[in-house]
């Protein structure tokens, strides 16, 4: 089944969790849309580029499958030396990144909604909870994420900061698109607010998931910017898992609430 793009969302919309939700209504246009078509080198926006290892195959534009249109992006990576990424950190990844896009950085007092699609493969093997993938980053320069969403055992959690996590979706489903919604209030102060709203594409409603309140961004300096794909930050280390690891995206936005 083809699902409606969710590009955004009524910044009223205030439910409480477990509730059914039919539509998530069209507000603002897009700081950020990315929808993979067509399939050449203009696809991405201005200053969204990839941080991609040596690996040829770590980072593609696939005809099947996509959410919505013919193409999605396919990101892959596995135990090997092609797959580390040449910075000085040298870590498994395999990223699309925004550093380069004034206008998706996050500072004090923003309220942004994040959409995108997400598939795991049909054959993605669930590696073991302390070897985590790391597909959604709110990233800063020069230092840790002030935010992350992370695939961890079964499940899909948020991490925020150096110590709160909230488990998103549990028992993860492969081979199936999810539509994930996150609408956020940013602020370093305990005003702070994250709603959570997802479905997979056999599902007509999306569902309000995992409220957290608190914190949302780091007191710390350094640009702001997203990244997605897959990143291994204990390169295979920890990992039970002798496959790659091989994931799909489609329609990423980003909309001001």
């Known amino acids: 089944m083809r699902a409606t793009s969710i590009l955004a969302a009524a910044a009223s919309l205030l439910v409480p969790s477990c509730t ?31 941080d991609s290892p040596p690996a040829p195959e770590a980072i593609t534009i696939v005809e099947t499958p996509a959410r919505q249109g013919p193409y999605s992006t396919r990101i892959m990576v596995k135990n090997a030396p092609e797959y580390i990424f040449a910075d000085k950190v040298r870590k498994i990844r395999a ?54 969403i992370a695939i961890k055992g079964h499940d899909l959690v948020l991490r925020i900061g150096n110590s709160s996590q909230v488990k998103l979706i549990a028992n993860l489903r492969t081979g199936t698109w999810m539509d994930l ?59 039970i898992s002798l496959g790659p690891h091989i994931l799909f995206f489609d329609n990423i936005s980003v909309v001001r609430e």
């Open 95 to 148: 990223e699309y990144t925004t550093r380069k896009n004034p206008n998706t950085s996050f500072r004090e007092g923003d309220k942004r909604r994040y959409n995108f699609s997400l598939m795991l493969s049909s054959d993605w093997i669930f590696d073991a909870p302390s070897s985590i993938d790391i597909v959604w980053q709110f990233k800063r320069t020069a230092s840790k994420p002030d935010m992350f």
């Open 181 to 239: 919604s996150l609408v956020v209030n940013l602020t370093s102060s305990n005003a702070g607010k994250i709603e959570f709203f997802y479905r997979y594409e056999d599902q007509e409603e999306y569902r309000a998931g995992s409220t957290y309140t608190g914190a949302t961004l780091a007191n710390r300096q350094g640009e702001t910017y997203l990244k997605w794909g897959i990143y291994k930050p204990d390169n295979y280390q920890r990992s």
């Open 20 to 50: 059914s939700v039919q539509s998530l209504p069209r507000k603002n246009i897009p700081f950020l849309s990315i929808d993979f078509e067509p399939k050449n080198p203009g696809y991405l926006p201005n200053g969204v580029d990839t």
